[in-house]
C-alpha cells in the first residue's frame, strides 16, 4: 500500500496543510482543489499516481484542515491563495511540476503559470475554466449578480451555495450513479463550510473570482507561447462548468487532449480509476513529466 503523509508547514505565518506521497526522485505534479472541499478530494487519486510520481496536495488557506483566519485578518483572494501555494512549493523545494487543477485550483494554477512559465511541466485540467466558454449561467447568474452588488438579497443568494443541500447537490448532480458517492463528502465539505467565521471567508472569495476573467487572455497568451501538454478529463454532466470549457482548450494548445467523461462536478467520485489511468498514460508520454 502507498504510503500518504499528512503534513503541516508554516508559510509566511499560515499554517498549510498538505498531503504528499510517491519516492522523492521522481517528476512531481502538484493537485490543486476547488470549493467548497479541500485535499480530501484527491484522498483516493494520490495512492493512484504516488508509485510514479511524486504527488503533493495543499489545503487552500480557508479550508480542509489549513489555517482560517478571519477575512477580517486576511484579505482572501486569489492572489494571495496564489502567494501561499508558490510559498509552500518554494519551501518543499519544488521547481517544476506539472499541475492537477479542478474548479478553485485553476485560477491558483493559472496564476502559478504566468508566473513562472519554465515550471510547469503540463497541465490537468479537471472541471476547470480558462475560458468564457463552459460557465452553466444556471449555476453562475447567482455569483455574477452578488460581485456586480452586494446587498441583502444578492448576499441571501450567494449564500445557498454554503448548505448542505446546494453541497450535496455539487456532488451529485450529473453523477451516472449516485449511490457512488460517499455521504462522507458532501458532509466532510459541510462540516467545514460551517466553522465559525467560514462563510464570510467563502464570500470573499466568490466576490474576488470576478478577477479571473480579465486574466483569462494573458492564460491564452501563455498557453499559445509555451504550449504545455494540456489534458481535459471533465464531467461532461457538470452543472457548474459545462463540457464547452473543456474544448475552449484546443484553441490555443490544438494537441490539447480532452475526455468528456460520464460524470458531474466531483467526477474522481464516480470515475477515479478512468481518470488516473489518463493522467499516467498523459504525463507518461511526456518526457519531462513522466
Known sequence: MTAVHHRYATVDGRQLFYREAGPADVPVIVLLHGFPTSSFMFR???????????????????????????????????????ELTAGLLRQLGVTRYAIYVQDYGAPIGWRLALAD?????????????????????????????????????????????????LTKWQYLTGAPDETLVSPDTWNHDFALLSRPGNDEIQLALFRDYATNAPLYPALHEYLRANQPPVLAVW????????????????????????????????????????????IRDFLGRIPTAG
Open 235 to 278: 464531467g461532461k454532466n457538470d452543472p457548474i462548468f459545462g463540457p464547452d470549457g473543456a474544448t475552449a482548450f484546443t484553441a490555443d494548445v490544438p494537441d490539447a487532449e480532452i475526455h468528456l467523461l460520464d460524470g458531474g462536478h466531483f467526477l474522481l467520485e464516480t470515475a477515479l480509476d478512468e481518470v488516473a489511468d489518463r
Open 44 to 82: 483516493d487519486l494520490i495512492p493512484a499516481l504516488a508509485d510514479r510520481y511524486h504527488v503533493i496536495a495543499p489545503d487552500h488557506l480557508g479550508f480542509g484542515l489549513s489555517d482560517a483566519p478571519s477575512a477580517d485578518e486576511f484579505d482572501y483572494t486569489f492572489d494571495a491563495l496564489t
Open 117 to 165: 512559465p519554465g515550471a510547469i511541466t503540463a497541465i490537468v485540467t479537471q472541471n476547470g475554466n480558462g475560458y468564457d466558454a463552459g460557465f452553466v449561467e444556471g449555476f453562475w447568474k447567482v455569483v455574477w449578480d452578488y460581485q456586480a452588488e452586494q446587498n441583502a438579497e444578492t448576499e441571501a443568494g450567494i449564500r445557498a451555495a454554503l448548505s448542505l443541500d
